[in-house]
């Protein structure tokens, strides 16, 4: 059976908590059966114990493992908590910033890319890409490698001013195509963006296939902001190789990347109309869902 990775990301738990979210996404994962749900930072609003609390017992309470990493907002952020004991309270839950889940399947690496003395910036070391490269070389052959970080490195569809892409966003990219990275999740523009590497790179030939992927906010903790949406994403890694059928994407061997629209169906089932996030849910699975299957080319 294919394995199925629900994507979260930017909670902000301590804003606006909408408890029709939790029964649409305990839903959601019931039907989706994935084999791991990935929280790409920003679990909390302000970094506070009891916020981090709530966000790690909401991400647990589905029943699946759970891969989170930290974004700004998971930083304390009052001072001199925030450069004393930045990660406390991250670590109080999750034991690690940077942690993995590996099986026969998927072998996901999680990195930190939130820094104390940027706001809303963020960066990845050379020793942190350095060690990347060796945790995904570390994968079960035939795995699917998947890298999760908050800070995102392909664009918004809405301008996005002040949050800027994970610093050397170019240099960082690269690193983790080539280290094998298959599938990279990021959030922190609370908007959803998917890119194929043909797609932000020349290439020809049968070149491996990676894809970039940014999850909208599954919180709004600013409502009035404009350009900002709900929802999630799914991704699945099958075993099955085919072309790229992505509708707006070029064609593309290798990994593939495809449009869910065979999945609408099913989708619109999982949706609670009580919810608006359950409708956003369900119409962004039934009409943008970017289901990917595939698997890493052997090398
Ligand atoms: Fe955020």
């Known amino acids: ?4 990775i629900l994507h979260v990301s930017d909670l902000h738990t301590g804003t606006r908590e909408d408890h029709e979210v939790e029964h649409a996404l305990a839903a959601l994962v019931k039907h989706v059966g994935p084999e791991l749900i990935v929280a790409s930072g920003d679990l909390t609003h302000r970094g506070r ?7 790690a017992a909401f991400l647990r309470s589905f029943g699946a ?7 700004n907002h998971d930083l304390p952020y009052t001072f001199p908590a925030r450069f004393t ?3 406390v309270e991250f670590e109080r839950q999750w034991e690690t910033t940077e942690p993995t889940h590996s099986s026969p399947t998927l072998h996901v690496v999680g990195l930190n890319s939130a820094r104390p003395y940027r706001h809303q910036g963020g960066a990845l070391h050379a020793h942190q890409l350095r060690r990347a490269a060796e945790r995904l070389e570390a994968a079960p052959p035939g795995a699917y490698r998947v890298v999760v970080l908050h800070h995102h490195m392909v664009g918004a569809p809405w301008r996005a001013a002040r949050k800027r892409p994970v610093s050397r966003r ?4 690269r690193a983790l195509v080539a280290a094998g990275a298959d599938l990279i999740l990021a959030g922190h523009i609370h908007q959803a963006a998917v890119s194929e590497r043909h797609e932000f790179e020349v290439v020809s030939g049968d070149v491996r296939a990676a894809v970039v992927s940014i999850a909208p906010g599954l919180g709004q903790p600013r409502p009035n902001r404009l350009g900002e949406a709900r929802g999630l994403h799914v991704y699945e890694a099958g075993r099955e190789r085919s072309p790229c059928t992505r509708t707006s994407g070029a064609a593309a061997t290798g990994d593939s990347l495809r449009a869910g629209s065979s999945r609408a169906g099913s989708a619109r089932s999982w949706s ?3 919810s608006d996030v359950a409708g956003n ?5 039934g009409r943008e869902h970017q289901a990917m299957e595939g698997r890493r080319e052997r090398r």
């Not at 059976?1 to 199925?4: D, K, L």
């Not at 114990?49 to 966000?55: I, V």
């Not at 493992?65 to 974004?71: C, E, N, S, T």
Request: no cysteine.
């Open 272 to 274: 609670n109309p009580a």
């Open 281 to 285: 849910v369900a119409r962004f699975l």
């Open 170 to 173: 170019n240099a960082v990219l």
């Open 1 to 4: 059976m294919a394995a199925r």
């Open 49 to 55: 114990r009891a916020q981090h609390e709530r966000a």
């Open 85 to 87: 004991q930045p990660w």
């Open 65 to 71: 493992p759970v891969l989170a990493v930290p974004g």
